[in-house]
């Protein structure tokens, strides 16, 4: 569905345009079997609290959601108004998995779900993100989180 | 996501990203990737469809234990069921008939058309409208102010400029009627829902006369926020 060949052209252009980050190195940490790992969602949807201010472009920031924020209490301030939402509307789990990675750890398929997830705005640039990748790796170890579901819009 | 994945993955951490967009997931490169076959915004594929999210979240997941990377890149197979409209899909609200102003209408003209036209709308209890922090009976005469090309000099929110509560504000108000017009239960296509929305309201005309005014202005901050207010796709 998000072929580009099926996105109206300004839009495919821009996206075939967009200038992408590429990196001298390539990470890959190994780990363990799923079923020890602690999981935590990062999305990219700029999804945040209710009553905090919107994500706005240019800042390089991350909001935290804690695993027992509410569906209810979650909004979404993403800068792009060319994609979908109304799934978002209907179901927060189409872009922030947070009940099915629940069910997964109650199941014993993860080990366990972490106490806070995150939230960047999508549409900023990640080739200044390394402070908050710093910081956003602070985060995660302090929660003891050894792998990351990155979820995009 | 797939530069954030390479970023968290650089100081220790694995990840595994979903991505929609593979010529991007091809050039960054990330550890592990997802690509998966839905429209933008709907990463996990389905809402509402608890094994149809289970199966891409378990695909991407099982990513993590393999060991034969850098670079893992896999797609998803499976189309997402909801990207095809649903036969005899009806907006569960019944809008009244309320004439759209023409686009020179005044502000009192455009407010009163959209509040005539909003009437039967009802906020959800699980409503994801509030991104924007203001109320809705503000809605219409800041938005209306725009479309009309005499806005506000002061804004209605702290720490935003007028524009940006606007702009926000037009989120909420998208969200107001396209969350009423799917009742639970309902599996429309986004395509359904926003042809309804974009294509016969008064609340989208309202939105296009603020991104015209907008492109319009002599201000170059609303040259740039003027098309946050409408899809490319519906301009």
């Known amino acids: 569905m998000a072929r580009l060949e099926d996105l109206t052209p300004a839009m495919a252009q821009r996206l075939r345009e967009l200038d992408c980050p590429v990196y001298p190195s390539a990470p890959f940490v190994a780990g363990g079997k799923l079923s020890s790992r602690r999981v935590a969602i990062v999305s990219s949807a700029g999804i945040h609290r209710r009553g905090e201010p919107p994500m706005m472009p240019g800042a390089n920031e991350f909001r935290a959601l804690p695993a027992s924020l509410p569906a209810a209490d979650i909004v979404m301030t993403h800068v792009s108004v060319n994609y979908d939402r109304t799934g978002f509307q209907r179901d927060i789990n189409t872009i922030y998995p947070i009940d099915r990675l629940r069910e997964l750890a109650r199941e014993g398929v993860i080990g366990s779900v972490a106490d806070t997830h995150y939230s960047v705005m999508g549409a900023n640039d990640p080739k200044q993100w390394d402070a908050l990748a710093d910081q956003l790796v602070d985060r995660l170890r302090q929660d003891r989180v050894d792998a990351v579901l990155l979820s995009p819009v | ?235």
């Open chain 2, 1 to 235: 996501m797939s530069a954030l994945g390479h970023l968290i993955e650089q100081r220790g951490i694995a990840t595994v990203a979903l991505g929609i967009i593979r010529l991007h997931m091809e050039k960054v490169r990330a550890p592990r990737g997802l690509w998966v076959p839905f429209e933008l915004g709907r990463p996990l594929g389905e809402p509402g469809d608890v094994a149809f999210q289970r199966h891409v979240l378990l695909a991407a997941l099982s990513l993590l234990e393999r060991t034969d990377g850098p670079v893992i890149l896999e797609d998803y197979a499976e189309e997402a069921p909801g990207r095809l409209p649903r036969d005899g899909w009806r907006p569960a609200v019944d809008l009244p008939a309320v004439a759209i102003p023409a686009a020179e209408s005044s502000a009192a003209e455009w407010v009163a058309a959209l509040r005539a036209e909003w009437a039967p709308l009802v906020v959800r209890a699980d409503t994801t409208i509030g991104g924007g922090r203001l109320a809705r009976e503000h809605w219409p005469a800041l938005l209306a102010g725009f479309a009309s090309g005499a806005p506000p000099t002061q804004s209605p929110v702290e720490g935003l400029r007028p524009v940006q509560a606007a702009r926000y504000a037009a989120d909420d108000l998208t969200a107001l009627y396209t969350e009423a017009a799917v009742k639970p239960g309902d599996k429309p296509s986004s395509a359904q829902v926003l042809d309804w929305f974009w294509n016969g309201t008064v609340a989208a005309a309202l939105l296009r006369q603020v991104r015209a005014a907008c492109l319009a202005s002599d201000d170059r901050v609303l040259n740039l926020i003027a098309g946050q207010f409408v899809p490319a796709a519906r301009v």
